[in-house]
């Protein structure tokens, strides 16, 4: 292990690979922040994780990011994990198959919400001797399947930013890290009934852990392992695969 963090930020930690991160880090001993969307959603989990912070943010919402900034301003965060997220599924040849379907809002807490909270929260991780923003992401963002374009869109596009991000604070020798998490398909309520060969968010969330400690940039997990080697050998077999998903 490289550096050590002490106080974290889980966004999305009431259920999920989110929750599996937190009660992980707890048990490391971290000062955990997490975050839900509504106050019912962080009540049951302050229930099972009394010892977390928890926190009410909608990342896709403007003023929700900003007012959370606003409380968290003082909270010295070393490790920042970008892990809420949503996913909408949606055949395009059937538009009025759904109709409940929101890109806008999809592309606000999917991407627009962790590349507007890093900008909120750099500041004060810059401050720190050492620090890391991770955004997970999805092996989805190497290549998309089907049936959530605007999905495999998003995780795309914070993948790239990612990038972006972390040649800047190299470029500036600012002291945070950037590190990109890549989960494959994960037992969580986003997979409920569909999908096959899940792991759990809790093989998910070691695996995460693992990596940062490891210093990895990017950090494929689980069956990503093996869609980065295909792609690494024809980038085109790659994207069939994934594609008929
Ligand atoms: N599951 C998979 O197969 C899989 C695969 C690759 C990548 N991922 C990524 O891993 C991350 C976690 O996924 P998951 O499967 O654990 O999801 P999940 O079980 O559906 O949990 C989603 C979490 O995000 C929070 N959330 C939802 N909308 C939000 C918003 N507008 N603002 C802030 N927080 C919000 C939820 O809070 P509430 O409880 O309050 O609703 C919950 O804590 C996501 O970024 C997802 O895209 C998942």
Not at 192 to 197: N, S
Not at 225 to 244: C, E, F, T, V, Y
């Amino acid at each position: 292990m490289t550096w050590k963090a002490t106080r974290a930020l889980v966004t999305g930690g009431t259920r999920g690979i989110g929750e599996q991160l937190v009660r992980e880090l707890v048990q490391r001993c971290l000062r955990v922040t997490a975050t839900g969307t509504s106050e019912a959603s962080v009540r049951e989990a302050s229930a099972r994780l009394p010892q977390v912070h928890w926190e009410v943010l909608d990342q896709g919402d403007a003023d929700s990011r900003a007012a959370f900034a606003g409380r968290v301003a003082r909270a010295d965060f070393d490790l920042v994990i970008h892990n809420a997220g949503i996913q909408q599924l949606r055949d395009w040849t059937a538009p009025d198959a759904a109709v409940d379907f929101d890109t806008e809002r999809e592309m606000q807490i999917n991407f627009v919400g962790p590349v507007e909270l890093t900008r909120l929260l750099l500041p004060q991780l810059a401050r720190q001797k050492q620090a890391a923003i991770v955004f997970v992401t999805s092996g989805l963002a190497l290549a998309p399947k089907k049936s959530s374009p605007v999905y495999c869109a998003s995780k795309a596009a914070l993948r790239s930013f990612a990038k972006s991000l972390r040649a800047q604070l190299q470029n500036e020798g600012l002291p945070v890290r950037v590190i990109e998490a890549l989960p494959p398909i994960v037992d969580t309520d986003m997979t409920r009934g569909r999908g096959r060969g899940k792991i759990s968010a809790q093989a998910a969330a070691r695996q995460i852990l693992t990596g940062i400690d490891a210093g990895r940039q990017e950090i494929d997990v689980g069956a990503t392992r093996l869609l980065r080697l295909i792609q690494r050998i024809s980038p085109a077999l790659a994207g069939r695969i994934m594609i008929k998903r």
